[in-house]
């Protein structure tokens, strides 16, 4: 592996795969220290510092305290019990779908690509069917809470699930859980297998299965077969082939769009990695990685201003020192002087990753500092044998001008999971400090929480602290009014309208009425409309969101009556 490959965080690919859960953890802990997890991305920081609060306890200590700690979870792909031809594809829809259903009901779910990456290096195929006895070893290496495996059986028209849930932490299998039905079902039966599972962990879970399985959408069953080919497909041809496919019969299904990108950039067809990547929504959960790619694909096709912008956009959201030194890569390319601090903030907060000091070494000689770039030089061949730099750094001492500086080098690998790990211990350590306050209190966290998420635009992870703040203190007027605000922002306008007359009934508060407001305002009924505006500015005169409503809606009625003959 090139050096400038040799890994994210500097880490090694000789190192042990035992060690991999452990090394990661250690050093993302390095690099998002206090000194870059600054506003906007204040959605960790509170959270650090209400963790730093209380002594760490053990993942048993944790569970026990609270009952609605996230989850680590592995989803192994399904097998195909009789191995019918052709039906392989079930098989791998099945951490596909689960996620989704999962994901919002406080599980964090490994992602294909981490799974992938355990088999490779414990040598199992892709593919391969490995014993409970691997499983567990590789949920080991992966430093997961439960696995998910299981099998289904196509007899006919029909199809029968059978799954099991393994507790790493108790060494327990759960009982069997089975769902059956016609295959063109197979959605509905994924979906009602996943509420399974939350029944199985939390026998209290008070959603009907039947409510469960219709609070998702409905999608066309060729829509999940050629989305899941493209991602089993063995190049990157045949992907775009598949995923255009998905979005001709779903046009606004984005992860396929995020997918399509991605085979475009890997085929270096920059303009259309771009094309797709530019449509997924700011608001989508797909939309930080689709910025990342976004950003490579423009600067590699030329569009610095562009590749700029993507970057910083997602430098606002979350603070992946990755990002950081692309927006470095960026402002060097353009002759920009401030391509110096994002380099030293990249050595700063992750100083065992090369590539970042190999870059600030690159900028310290461009300012004629040849000192602090030899420095940089020797202390990055001191963690890693690197070729260019090694030759760089002779051309230094020799004191001769090279005929040609070397290019930075920009990151490639787009890393969001080991920061939402983090986050993820960072709540189970703040859910075990709250387990023995009272409702109310923990409630308010998860509601302040929530609304910083909202803010940066995370609306999937804030509708989890919303939903959350509900189950602690139904009570909470402002839990359901927040969560009035983001089921409104993902356009569950039905939910959102329950969720702001509930919490109507239990306090007025302007939030809920501008909610209904905003609502009765997409289905052009301005009076009623009106109405709520009026009744938040009686609870709040000075809302700054109330005075702005009213006067869209007073502008909306003038121009309408003008208009009338």
Do not use: C
């Not at 990661?24 to 206090?34: D, E, H, M, P, T």
């Not at 998905?246 to 094309?275: C, F, T």
């Not at 052009?524 to 009744?535: G, I, L, P």
């Amino acid at each position: 592996m090139p050096a400038s490959q040799a890994g994210r965080h500097g880490f090694d690919p000789r190192l042990p795969l035992q060690s991999l859960s452990i090394y990661r953890r250690f050093l993302f802990k390095l690099s998002y220290n206090l000194l870059t997890l600054r506003k906007p991305v204040g959605i960790v920081l509170s959270l650090l510092f209400l963790a730093l609060a209380v002594p760490l306890r053990s993942r048993a200590q944790q569970q026990s305290d609270a009952a609605h700690v996230s989850r680590l979870l592995l989803i192994i792909p399904f097998e195909n019990a009789p191995n019918a031809s052709g039906l392989d594809w079930i098989g791998e829809s099945f951490p596909e779908v689960l996620s989704s259903r999962l994901s919002p009901s406080g599980f964090f779910i490994m992602g294909r690509e981490d799974r992938l990456s355990a088999f490779d290096r414990l040598g199992i195929p892709a593919g391969a069917r490995p014993s409970r006895a691997t499983l567990y070893q590789v949920a080991q290496q992966l430093d997961v809470d439960y696995v998910l495996m299981g099998d289904y059986l196509v007899e006919g028209p029909n199809i029968t699930v059978h799954a099991r849930l393994m507790d790493m932490e108790r060494l327990h299998l759960s009982p069997e859980l089975t769902e059956s039905g016609p295959l063109t079902s197979l959605i509905s039966i994924q979906t009602a297998l996943a509420w399974d599972v939350l029944k199985s962990l939390n026998p209290s879970e008070q959603v009907a299965k039947a409510d469960f399985v219709a609070k998702f959408p409905a999608q066309r069953l060729d829509v999940l077969e050629n989305y899941v080919r493209g991602l089993t497909a063995a190049n990157e041809q045949e992907k775009i082939t598949r995923f255009k496919e998905v979005v001709r019969l779903d046009p606004a299904n984005s992860m396929a769009m995020l997918q399509l990108g991605k085979s475009y950039y890997k085929s270096r067809d920059y303009e259309s990695a771009a094309n797709w990547l530019a449509r997924i929504p700011n608001g989508d959960a797909n939309a930080n990685e689709a910025q990342f790619y976004l950003g490579l694909a423009t600067f590699y096709a030329g569009h610095m201003e562009k590749a700029d912008s993507a970057f910083h956009a997602l430098a606002a959201r979350l603070p992946l020192t990755e990002v950081l030194n692309n927006l470095g890569v960026i402002a060097a390319r353009r002759g920009q002087k401030n391509a110096r601090e994002y380099f030293e903030k990249s050595v700063q907060t992750d100083p065992n990753d090369p590539d970042y000091r190999f870059n600030l070494a690159v900028e310290l000689y461009r300012e004629g500092d040849s000192q602090g770039a030899s420095r940089q030089l020797r202390e990055l061949l001191a963690i890693y044998p690197d070729s260019e730099a090694k030759t760089f750094l002779e051309t230094i001492a020799t004191g001769t001008q090279p005929a040609r500086l070397p290019l930075e080098r920009i990151k490639r690998n787009y890393d969001e999971s080991t920061f939402r790990q983090l986050a993820l211990e960072i709540e189970n350590s703040n859910e075990a400090r709250l387990a023995k306050s009272d409702p109310a209190s923990h409630a308010a966290f998860h509601i302040q929480h929530g609304q910083e998420l909202l803010q940066a635009g995370l609306t999937g992870e804030a509708e989890k602290q919303f939903r959350e703040a509900v189950v602690l203190d139904p009570s909470s007027a402002e839990a359901h009014a927040s969560l009035a605000q983001v089921l409104e922002a993902s356009q569950d306008n039905v939910g959102a309208r329950n969720e702001a007359r509930t919490s109507l009934k239990i306090k007025p508060t302007a939030e809920a009425y501008l909610v209904l407001a905003r609502l009765d305002l997409a289905e052009n009924k301005s009076t009623s409309a009106a109405q709520h505006v009026e009744q938040a500015l009686t609870i709040d005169p000075a809302n700054a969101a109330a005075v702005s409503l009213k006067h869209d809606i007073a502008a909306g009625l003038t121009k309408t009556q003008s208009q009338q003959p």
